[in-house]
């Protein structure tokens, strides 16, 4: 079974950087859509960003500060988060769509099958 565990959260000054990890186990070589996601208390789970096939998408609120890489060599997905605003407080979660790359790469948190268990990023003002 394909494994997920993020690592990186913590508590951060605004405007401070965090570099979020997501360490994947369970199958060699992944080709499918991978993403970081978001919840904050009371809202709805919420892609940050994406990648897939060297392509990326960005949430609008993020756009700029936040860099989304992975390591194939490593199995390892990376968010790199700087100028980080309270807003931006909430339980991160990485994500794998399907193992194969299936031509799309849904921003919907429902259709990805396999998640981690989530880090907390808090950021005070």
């Known amino acids: 079974a394909v494994q997920l565990v993020e690592s990186g959260g913590g508590l951060v000054q605004a405007g401070g950087s965090l570099r979020l990890s997501c360490a994947i186990s369970?199958?060699?070589?992944?080709?499918?859509?991978m993403g970081w996601f978001r919840q904050a208390p009371g809202k709805e789970r919420e892609a940050v960003a994406t990648?897939?096939?060297?392509?990326?998408y960005y949430a609008d609120a993020v756009k700029g500060p936040f860099t989304i890489s992975q390591d194939n060599a490593e199995n390892t997905l990376y968010l790199q988060m700087n100028s980080l605003k309270p807003e931006d407080t909430a339980m991160y979660y990485c994500?794998?769509?399907?193992?194969?790359?299936?031509?799309?790469?849904?921003?919907?948190?429902?259709?990805?099958?396999?998640w981690g268990q989530g880090t907390q990023v808090t950021v005070s003002s």
């Open positions: 994500a794998v769509d399907r193992i194969f790359w299936r031509g799309v790469c849904p921003k919907s948190a429902a259709d990805f099958v396999h």
């Open positions: 369970g199958y060699t070589r992944i080709t499918g859509c």
């Open positions: 990648i897939v096939t060297g392509s990326t």
